[in-house]
């Protein structure tokens, strides 16, 4: 294959068409009688933004300056508990680190634990790796163990929350490394966790690969912003492959107000945690069992969960629902009052109407809009 036809395999085994929460457009085209606005509770971003202040007109203007970069990495390392930014690859959000992470570590084999973020195993069968992926932590560290490569999980884990115990977890990365390879811990979800399950501070370790996403806890997921943490010698490659530039001059400068910001970071923690209780209390009363979640987001079960995403739908709020489990709901925190009263009036409406098996409902509710791909 010559270099061109090869560059177009990799980009094309990298663009995804893996559905995904957000989007309020394909939802308003499948609901055109919903009441406007459409609420987005689809996705685990922080409804309540970091406020971006006025930016300085040099950061759209001029290209970003790497002393910029430098101290945008150097606030990301105390941030996030990593002892040298030179463990920081500061990157365009971290869906491109993972579709990245195949290419750059040709690793054949990638042990996932599951159900999860889907873009991992996307990324890896695109790189045409052998992935497989587990539901226990057990079989997901004694596969891994035995196939070698990578093995990947998200901490805390997206959909249910999961997070993993932290020395099982450094075992494994410490078993991959005497393979020469990796556990890479996605932590898009760890920022706001109390205790904080991040396993930055154990950086440098030769087996330890850590994403987090700056766009879920800060609110400013369409700004493009996440890290790679690894040892210097791992992150070298990928900070060469990034290139230069690759992050914004807003998003820097963003990032490093933001990363800074501890008494905000410790607000919203609060905050969130409140939101969360009252959502699980609200649906709970509907009939819901709460499954898991994180303070972004929460999962419920309920075997209406399909006619209650119709439901839902119909009233102008999109939720997520996964085609791996069909009794399954994620949803975000409202934003505001107004928001809440919705998802109440609505829950309750859904809680009268369907509280029967009502299989014909379920049927209607599927064939308006057919099951997403998970995650
Ligand atoms: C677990 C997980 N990791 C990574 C990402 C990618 O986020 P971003 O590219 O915005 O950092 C997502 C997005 O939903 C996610 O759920």
Request: with cysteine.
């Amino acid at each position: 294959m010559d270099s061109i036809s090869r560059a177009a395999t990799v980009m094309a085994s990298m663009s995804s068409a893996i559905a995904h929460g957000g989007r309020l457009i394909e939802a308003r085209r499948a609901f055109p009688d919903a009441p406007a606005p459409f609420i987005d509770l689809s996705t685990g971003i922080n409804p309540n933004p970091y406020p971006v202040g006025p930016l300085a007109p040099e950061s759209f203007n001029r290209l970003p300056e790497p002393e910029t970069l430098d101290t945008l990495q150097q606030v990301a390392a105390a941030a996030y508990r990593a002892s040298d930014p030179a463990m920081v690859v500061a990157a365009p959000g971290t869906q491109i680190l993972i579709s990245l992470l195949p290419h750059l570590l040709g690793l054949k084999h990638a042990t996932i634990l599951g159900p999860t973020y889907a873009e991992h195993e996307a990324a890896w069968r695109g790189a045409t790796a052998n992935v497989a992926v587990t539901t226990s932590l057990d079989a997901f560290v004694e596969t891994a163990r035995a196939a070698g490569g990578v093995a990947i999980l998200c901490n805390p884990n997206n959909p249910d929350g999961r997070i993993c115990d932290r020395q099982t977890l450094l075992n494994l990365a410490s078993d991959m490394a005497h393979q020469d390879g990796f556990l890479i811990c996605d932590e898009a979800f760890a920022d706001l966790e109390a205790p904080d399950p991040g396993l930055a501070r154990h950086l440098p370790h030769p087996g330890l690969m850590i994403l987090r996403s700056f766009g879920k806890s800060y609110g400013l997921a369409g700004l493009r912003l996440g890290f790679l943490l690894a040892s210097p010698a791992q992150a070298h490659p990928v900070r060469q492959a990034l290139g230069n530039w690759a992050v914004s001059g807003p998003a820097l400068a963003t990032g490093i107000a933001a990363l800074r910001d501890t008494e905000w970071r410790y607000a919203t923690c609060r905050n969130l945690q409140d939101s969360c209780q009252r959502l699980d209390a609200m649906l709970e009363r509907t009939g819901f069992a709460c499954a898991g979640g994180t303070r972004l987001f929460r999962l419920f079960r309920s075997r209406d969960a399909q006619p209650l995403f119709r439901l839902l739908c119909e009233a102008g709020i999109l939720a997520r629902r996964f085609s791996h489990d069909p009794d399954l709901l994620r949803f975000g925190i409202p934003a505001c009052e107004a928001q809440w009263s919705r998802l109440q009036e609505a829950l309750l409406s859904g809680y009268s109407q369907n509280k029967t098996d009502n299989e014909n409902v379920i049927e209607a509710a599927q064939a308006v809009w057919p099951p997403l791909a998970i995650l």
